[in-house]
Each structure stands twice: as C-alpha cells, then as structure tokens.
C-alpha cells in the first residue's frame, strides 16, 4: 500500500500560481500511474491530469490544458502540479492518486490510493 499526502494548496488571485506537490511513502512510486482530480462543494470529482508511471506520457482536461503541468519525480517518490493562469472555477479541493501497474485514466474509479487533498481558492 502507498500513502499519498498532498501540499502547496492555498489563496491565490485570479491570474495567479501555485504548485501542489504529492509525496508517496510505502511501495515503490514508479509502478504507480499518477493522477490529480478536484472537488468542489456539491460536485462530483472532477479529472484534472494524469501522469504514466516515468512522466513521458501526460493527459489533461480540456478545462485545465495549456495552463496546468502535471510531472513527477520517481527520485523524490513526489507527483508536481503546476498551475498557472489561474481562475475562480479552479477553486475546489485537490486530490492526488495512485493506480498500480495500471495506465492512467479519467476515471477515478480506477485508482486504488488517494491522498487527504488540499484546497485551492481563487476569489473571483
């Protein structure tokens, strides 16, 4: 089993930046596809990006393309989220998760490890 403890969440203006951070302990992080998703308040968990077990292969949601760049560091056993651009619809809880020896996916079902989250505000 892996634990996943998610960082860097916080209040950040309209236009502003972030970057989460997702540091793995237990079994070992490169057989594991990465994924980050959201949840706002009332909604269901939102895909945001998604990252194959050596970082060459990367997906995103069409909402978050071109602003967003998912990377991880097996060394570090750490999957990075950089957020740019940032909007008021980006404003939810952010979740990182791990599937073992599977290829990444849009379906959070898939994944068998999730993280606590960390929360992202962006005032509008």
């Known amino acids: 089993q892996v634990q996943l403890v998610e960082s860097g969440g916080g209040l950040v203006q309209a236009g502003g930046s972030l970057r989460l951070s997702c540091t793995a302990s237990g079994r070992t992080f490169s057989n594991y596809a990465m994924g980050w998703f959201r949840q706002a308040p009332g909604k269901e968990r939102e895909f945001v990006a998604a990252i194959n077990f050596s970082g060459g292969a990367t997906y995103y949601a069409d909402s978050v393309k071109g602003r967003f760049t998912i990377s991880r560091d097996n060394a570090k056993n750490t999957l990075y989220l950089h957020m740019n651009s940032l909007k008021p619809e980006d404003t939810a809880g952010y979740y990182c998760?791990?599937?073992?020896?599977?290829?990444?996916?849009?379906?959070?079902?898939?994944?068998?490890?999730w993280g606590q989250g960390t929360q992202v505000t962006v005032p509008s």
């Open positions: 998760a791990a599937a073992e020896w599977k290829l990444p996916s849009t379906d959070p079902h898939v994944y068998d490890f």
